[in-house]
């Protein structure tokens, strides 16, 4: 995961701290080789564009200029600007709502919802202490059912039964009820998705959310995304309110444009990071390491 892109930066970082004077001339001819790994890295457009001049107007200003070390200021100004757009702080999951509280999964097939519902679960009944129930509304695929059964038992989680010839409003309003019969802490709906974008699976998941009125919305995307990731984080934020990231796959050699660019497109916080296929291999997001880890 972002080796390129860290291997670029780091050598940007090298030269610009190795010159003996911060001018204009160096601070453009370093702009030039970071806005280069940025889009080597898939990062979208318009977010390297803004991330750019972003990092222009502080590395002219007088907080540069005025430092007795202005090649570090600069490489601090590119450190600072890329936590930023990854989030700043470290954000929790919202569970401030009468119990159950909801939270709805949504993304495209494969992005790693049904695993990343496992992760959860078992984050919230682990480290939250919670009593968490799951219940799949992926009418489409009864092995998808099956599988979020196998890993809400691996997680410890009560598995609410679905199948194919239910609707899906149908299956979230009978797990809701459910959960409030039993005093279940939190229930978390896992969805279908689609391997594209559509409008049915948009309306369909829209029907969900106002049939169930969750707390968290989560939008799972799979960090192996290229250029792609923009256009599915716009069409799923449009279609819904989000609340909240989880960017899964980080523990792939992917590129990094889908970590880079999610957070700007859809003005949500990153809330959780998945880094393998196990339920362990799940990560609260903290926007200042993973970006310590890309300027290496
Ligand atoms: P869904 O279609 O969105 O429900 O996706 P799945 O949960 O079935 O995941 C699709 C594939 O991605 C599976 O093979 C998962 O094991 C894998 N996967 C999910 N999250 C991660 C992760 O964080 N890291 C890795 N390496 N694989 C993951």
New binding site residues.
């Given amino acids: 995961m972002f080796e390129n892109l860290s291997d670029r930066l780091t050598r940007v970082v090298k030269t610009i701290t190795g010159e003996a004077r911060i001018t204009e001339a160096n601070t453009q001819e370093m702009l030039r080789e970071v806005r280069l790994a940025l889009l080597e890295a898939d990062v979208a457009l318009p977010v390297v564009k803004d991330f750019i001049s972003q990092v222009k107007e502080r590395a002219l200003g007088e907080e540069v200029l005025n430092s007795l070390t202005p090649g570090q200021a600069l490489v601090g100004i590119v450190n600072e600007q890329l936590t930023k757009l990854m989030g700043e702080k470290t954000e929790d999951i919202n569970l401030a709502a009468q119990p159950p509280v909801v939270i709805l999964m949504a993304?495209?097939?494969?992005?790693?919802?049904?695993?990343?519902?496992g992760k959860l679960a078992k984050y919230l009944k682990d480290t939250l202490k919670k009593k968490v129930m799951t219940v799949s509304a992926?009418v489409y695929r009864p092995a998808?059912i099956e599988?979020l059964k196998t890993v809400s038992g691996q997680a410890g989680a009560e598995f609410f039964p679905s199948n194919i010839d239910q609707k899906p409003v149908d299956i979230a309003l009978a797990a809701l009820n459910h959960a409030k019969r039993q005093f279940f802490d939190v229930l978390i709906v896992?969805t279908a998705?689609r391997l594209g974008i559509d409008e049915a699976m948009m309306n369909e998941i829209k029907a969900l959310h106002a049939a169930v009125n969750p707390t968290e919305t989560l939008f799972?995307i799979?960090a192996m995304l290229g250029q792609d990731a923009a256009n599915t984080a716009k069409a799923f934020n449009d279609a819904l309110p989000l609340t909240g990231v989880v960017l899964?796959?980080?523990?792939?050699d992917s590129r990094g444009g889908a970590a880079l660019s999610v957070r700007q497109i859809t003005g949500k916080p990153i809330k959780f990071?998945?880094?393998?296929?196990k339920l362990s291999?799940?990560e609260r997001f903290h926007p200042e390491r993973v970006a310590g880890r890309i300027l290496g």
């Fill in positions: 993304g495209l097939q494969g992005a790693g919802k049904t695993t990343t519902t992926d998808a599988q896992d998705g799972v799979d899964t796959k980080m523990d792939g990071m998945g880094v393998g296929e291999g799940f």
